[in-house]
């Protein structure tokens, strides 16, 4: 008997047992996909594991039911990978097959709904729901689940399924459908006829029409020009004709269609030969840079905002496609990919390939299976934390930019990983190196750089030699004393930004807070609107005059009274992007202003959009979040505002003021990264706040003491690592008492500081209560018996009957 071990994509503890017949074992391999039932009727794409000849002693082995794929789509890099993520960060391996794959790749049976011909049926005694769904399975034989709820235009079709089946109306049958569909390109050409030189000078006189004169010329002007297939697309373009035309000239078989297999994402067009100069100093960390990495695999580049690192990975990735090998290049946030793109297929073309959540399931798939033949287009791949998952085997260099970013770590759903460490990981499975940039580098990389752990360079001065901006304090509670404001602006600022404009100078605000509002009050009885499903205010957005929870997405229309108490005097507190936006508006009619956030970035293109007609200076004042604090570069930009600090000083993180000081450095390092020196404005109610006096002086290494001397008293990171646990129920007293339990149990086994049970600040989202647990341990002792202990208690923790139902989900190194 042959048997396959597969991963299922759920988050099950283990993998499972298929049975294969002797031909399917010898052609199996591991990284291939199979379709195998699972439970009473589903069906689920696996990945075949292992194949062996042991059968389970537990249960039996059902039979795969279908091979997905000729060749393994996962390579033993990944697998290997995987199994480091599943046991370093506590998550099941099918966790890590579902997160790591497009789901594209991962099909799962969808119900679909046979009409039973067999059966005799009264339309009459049929509800007039029963009777649509009848009706639609008249027309067609078989109709998906969705599409029932479509026809019903509603969300709940199971109980009207569930009475057609009990009237033995249809059955169901359960179906893998490929999803999948390769992009086809029409092209066209003349047909073999007309290919002869003697044919072809009587065609112009056969054309009547001057339409079809003018298609067939400029085919001829184009096939002479680019030497290469015409699409239908160019052709019409360039010609100007319809549909309708070319139909006509296909008719008459003088042209010919034929479909050709594109890729969907293609960058051949921006290609431009140009060679990168690197200046004196820049030169000097590249050399730097190969000297480290060969005593280091991984290297710390902490180069100052503006000092010109992107030019440094450009001769790093053109020295590793050199060697054939392959690069990975992480970015933090989605709007920093769409201008480093740019940068990078001016110089490598084609040679780029881009993978993130903005893509379609179907670009994605296309640029895992470019990484997976290795060809020409995946050389360099660029992409956020979910392109460390993709199925390379020749891996020369990883590049993390922006290292100390938070949005590098995972946190909902599993696996919660962090993309940097994962990529030091992965990159030592390849023997290839890794190369951290930041000029704020997160404390424990610059801990491990100045333990001699990591190589250490440093650039300290900007490209071009351009000073770094002045910063600027304005006091705002002198401000207002004074009547020096005007809304939320001091008039130094608006005295700033008036300037800049005058010199044709853009300007980049940052608030990091959409919406309009956070909190809005009744004047009468202290109301605040809240989520019926979080334990928080309601945001108020302006411009869709609404009030929106930001965890969960519930809403309702802007209330013209109070719920309480029916007064009208309602007053919004606080202030977001939206309200600043408006307030320009109001200040500055003339110019353009427009706003960064989440809520005008949600298309595929909108940060393509907002970037480019910035960087072509349409827009003067930019308005936004933290989106605008990752590296982007715009050389026209002399004043960047920060309209109040203290917002993110006093967030209750342990992390609360070295993120202030990144952030604020990155958003000032905006500013002024032409020849002329920028001007950065900070508005704070403590401008003697050390932090802030940091940033003033630009002095990282100052920050860096200070926060690590709190860090060894209070036992954080980099001196202890930290593993929380985050129960959540409906039922807030059996939480408590399951918290409790777990938290005692723990204290008991673990001789680490463990510290909880405790209510979160945001303490319900989604109806579920949350408690959190915290386990402090110390960086020299090894994880693995911490971990092992943990997952006893968490077994055993969901062995006691009244636990069962309180969700326990584990973070490992959560910051």
């Not at 390769?182 to 112009?204: A, C, H, N, S």
């Not at 390092?669 to 704070?684: D, F, L, M, P």
Request: charge should be neutral; hydrophobic fraction near 40%.
């Amino acid at each position: 008997m042959y048997f396959t071990e597969v991963i299922l994509p759920l988050a099950l503890p283990r993998t499972f047992t298929y049975l294969v017949t002797e031909d399917e074992f010898h052609f199996l391999q591991p990284g291939m996909r199979v379709v195998v039932p699972f439970g009473k009727s589903k069906m689920y794409t696996a990945l075949v594991l292992d194949l062996h000849q042991n059968p389970p002693q537990l249960y039996e082995a059902k039979e795969i039911h279908q091979i997905l794929d000729d060749q393994p789509i996962v390579n033993a890099f990944q697998l290997k990978h995987w199994q480091w993520i599943a046991d370093y960060y506590m998550c099941s391996l099918g966790d890590v097959y579902r997160g790591a794959m497009p789901s594209a790749f991962l099909l799962e049976s969808e119900t679909i709904l046979n009409f039973k011909k067999e059966t005799a049926i009264d339309a009459s005694e049929l509800s007039d729901d029963e009777y649509l769904i009848y009706e639609a399975l008249q027309h067609q034989s078989s109709i998906k689940l969705q599409e029932a709820a479509a026809i019903l235009n509603k969300k709940r079709v199971f109980p009207v399924i569930q009475k057609l089946l009990q009237k033995e109306v249809l059955h169901l049958h359960e179906e893998v459908q490929e999803i999948y569909k390769p992009k086809l390109v029409k092209y066209i050409r003349l047909t073999e006829e007309y290919t002869q030189q003697e044919q072809l000078m009587g065609l112009l006189e056969l054309l009547k029409s001057s339409k079809q004169k003018d298609a067939v010329l400029m085919y001829f002007q184009l096939q002479a020009r680019d030497r290469k297939p015409i699409s239908v697309k160019t052709l019409k373009e360039a010609s100007g004709v319809t549909d309708a035309v070319l139909k006509a000239l296909v008719d008459k078989a003088i042209f010919e269609t034929y479909l050709i297999q594109e890729d969907r994402v293609n960058f051949e067009s921006q290609f431009e030969e140009y060679e990168i100069a690197l200046s004196e100093n820049q030169e000097a960390a590249f050399t730097a840079i190969n000297h480290d990495f060969l005593s280091k695999e991984v290297v710390l580049l902490h180069g100052i905002t503006g000092s010109g690192k992107t030019e440094i990975y450009i001769k790093l990735i053109e020295e590793t496609i050199a060697k054939g090998k392959q690069v990975l290049y992480l970015l933090p946030e989605i709007a920093l990919t769409t201008q480093l793109v740019s940068r990078l297929t001016k110089y490598f073309g084609n040679k780029v390939s881009v993978f993130h959540s903005k893509y379609s399931n179907n670009e994605r798939v296309e640029v895992w299976h470019r990484v997976l033949k290795q060809s020409e287009g995946a050389q360099i791949v660029i992409g956020a934390r979910s392109a460390l998952f993709l199925p390379f085997s020749n891996l020369g260099l990883i590049l993390v930019d922006e290292e100390h970013e938070q949005t590098f770590k995972q946190h909902d759903p599993a696996p919660r990983y962090h993309a940097r460490d994962a990529a030091i990981v992965l990159a030592h499975a390849h023997q290839a190196k890794t190369l951290l940039g930041s000029a704020t580098p997160s404390l424990e990389t610059y801990f491990n750089a100045k333990n001699g752990k990591y190589g250490l360079v440093t650039l300290s001065e900007r490209f071009g030699k351009t000073p770094l901006p002045t910063v600027e304090l304005v006091d705002l509670k002198e401000a207002y004393f004074k009547k020096r404001m005007k809304g939320h602006f001091s008039l130094h600022l608006i005295d700033a930004i008036s300037e800049a404009l005058a010199l044709n100078e853009q300007v980049i605000l940052f608030q990091n807070r959409r919406g309009f509002a956070p909190v809005m009050e009744c004047m009468t009885c202290g109301h605040i609107p809240q989520c019926t499903n979080c334990n928080v205010s309601l945001t108020y957005h302006k411009f869709k005059s609404q009030l929106r929870c930001h965890y969960c997405g519930y809403s309702i229309a802007k209330p013209n009274s109070c719920h309480a108490c029916s007064s009208t005097d309602l007053s919004t507190k606080g202030f977001g992007t939206e309200q600043i936006e408006l307030e320009l508006a109001s200040l500055f009619p003339e110019h353009n202003i427009k706003r960064m956030d989440q809520d005008t970035t949600r298309g595929k293109y909108s940060f393509e959009k907002l970037i480019d007609s910035f960087k072509n200076r349409e827009i003067d004042i930019l308005v936004g979040t933290q989106m605008l604090a990752k590296g982007l570069d715009f050389d026209n930009v002399s004043l960047v505002g920060i309209l109040n600090a203290d917002t993110m000083l006093y967030h209750p993180d342990f992390r609360a003021f070295e993120r202030s000081f990144q952030m604020m450095t990155q958003v000032a390092g905006r500013a002024g990264r032409s020849e002329k020196q920028g001007k950065v404005i900070i508005q704070t109610y403590n401008p003697m706040h050390n932090t802030i006096q940091q940033v003033t002086h630009n002095s990282y290494t100052e920050m860096f003491k200070e926060q690590l001397y709190d860090r060894q008293i209070y036992k954080y990171p980099p001196y202890f690592r930290l593993i929380r646990l985050t129960l959540k129920h409906r039922d807030f007293g059996k939480l408590k008492e399951g918290s409790l339990w777990l938290y005692q149990v723990l204290k008991q086994q673990i001789a680490s500081p463990v510290l909880g049970p405790e209510e979160p600040a945001i303490n319900k989202i989604r109806n579920e209560y949350i408690r959190t647990i915290l386990i402090k341990i110390p960086a020299q002792q090894p994880l693995t018996g911490t971990k092992k202990t943990i997952q006893k208690v968490l077994d055993s923790f969901d062995s006691v009957a009244q636990y069962r139902s309180v969700k326990v989900t584990v973070n490992v190194d959560f910051y």
